[in-house]
C-alpha cells in the first residue's frame, strides 16, 4: 500500500543545514519529489529523484534516496529565512498513473 | 505563461449547503488533477483527467463530490451537500502529456481553502 510519513516540525538557525526526513512503504515507487509551499502559495517542486539513484545534488539541495529502508532525506545547506516553507515529499508509483501520494508535510521555520 | 489558477481562494460555507470549486490549468496541459489536504494531514489525491476523461477517480471520497472538465479546459470539483469534513484545502494541478518526468511535471495552484461551518 502507499503510505508516505514526515516529522510534522523542524526548527533551525539560519545559516546552519536542515535535514528533513521521509519514510515510504511502497517498493515499486518509481520517482521521489520534494515540494515547498510558501502561505498563501501553491506547491512548487524542488527537486526529484529516479528511483534507481542514491543521491541527487541541485545547488544547495541534496537528496539522499535509501531504497532498502524506503527512507528519503533532503537537505538544505546554508538554511535562509526564506527556505521557512513546508515540505513535502510525494513518490509515484509503477502503475498508479501520474498520481502522486504525499506525506503530511514537514513544517521548516529558520530562526536568526 | 499563466500558472494553474483556482478560483475562489477561500470559501465558507454553511453544512448542507453546495460549493463549486474551479480551476484552470496552464495552457495545452491535458493532464489535470484535483488534490485535498485536510487540516494538518496529508494531501490525498481526488482525482486524474486526461482532457475530458476521467482516468483515475480512486480518491473521491463519497458521491457527494462531482468532478467535471467539459471541453478539456478547465474544471470544476462541485461539493453537495457539503459536510464539516469536507473542509481542507483543495490543490488542482496540471501538466502535459509525456513519458518523461521532466514532461510530465505537475504545476499546482495556490489551492482553494474550504471552510463548512
Known amino acids: 500500500g502507499e503510505d508516505v510519513e514526515q516529522s510534522l516540525f523542524l526548527s533551525v538557525r539560519e545559516g546552519d543545514s536542515s535535514v528533513i526526513n521521509c519514510t515510504y512503504t511502497?517498493?515499486?515507487?518509481?520517482?521521489l519529489y520534494w515540494y515547498k509551499q510558501e502561505p498563501g502559495a501553491g506547491l512548487q517542486l524542488l527537486t526529484y529523484?529516479?528511483?534507481?539513484?542514491d543521491m541527487k545534488q541541485d545547488q544547495r539541495l541534496t537528496v539522499l534516496l535509501n531504497k532498502k529502508d524506503k527512507h528519503l532525506s533532503l537537505r538544505i545547506a546554508d538554511t535562509q529565512t526564506g527556505d521557512s516553507a513546508i515540505y513535502f515529499c510525494?513518490?509515484?508509483?509503477?502503475?498508479?498513473?501520474?498520481?502522486?501520494?504525499f506525506g503530511t508535510g514537514t513544517q521548516l521555520k529558520v530562526e536568526l | 505563461e499563466a500558472g494553474v489558477t483556482q478560483f475562489p481562494s477561500h470559501s465558507v460555507i454553511e453544512k448542507g449547503q453546495t460549493v463549486t470549486l474551479r480551476c484552470d490549468p496552464i495552457?495545452?496541459?491535458?493532464?489535470l488533477y484535483w488534490y485535498r489536504r485536510v487540516m494538518g494531514k496529508e494531501i490525498k489525491f481526488l482525482l486524474h483527467?486526461?482532457?475530458?476523461?476521467?482516468?483515475?477517480e480512486s480518491g473521491m471520497p463519497n458521491n457527494r463530490f462531482l468532478a467535471e472538465r467539459t471541453g478539456g479546459t478547465y474544471s470544476t470539483l462541485k461539493v453537495q451537500p457539503a459536510e464539516l469534513e469536507d473542509s481542507g484545502v483543495y490543490f488542482c494541478?496540471?501538466?502535459?502529456?509525456?513519458?518523461?518526468?521532466?514532461?510530465?511535471?505537475?504545476?499546482f495552484g495556490q489551492g482553494t481553502r474550504l471552510t463548512v461551518v
Open positions: 511502497d517498493s515499486s515507487s518509481t520517482y
Open positions: 494541478a496540471s501538466s502535459r502529456l509525456g513519458p518523461g518526468v521532466r514532461d510530465t511535471e505537475a504545476f
Open positions: 529523484i529516479f528511483s534507481n539513484m
Open positions: 483527467f486526461v482532457k475530458e476523461s476521467k482516468q483515475d
Open positions: 495552457s495545452g496541459h491535458d493532464n
Open positions: 510525494a513518490e509515484r508509483v509503477t502503475g498508479g498513473g501520474n498520481k502522486l501520494t
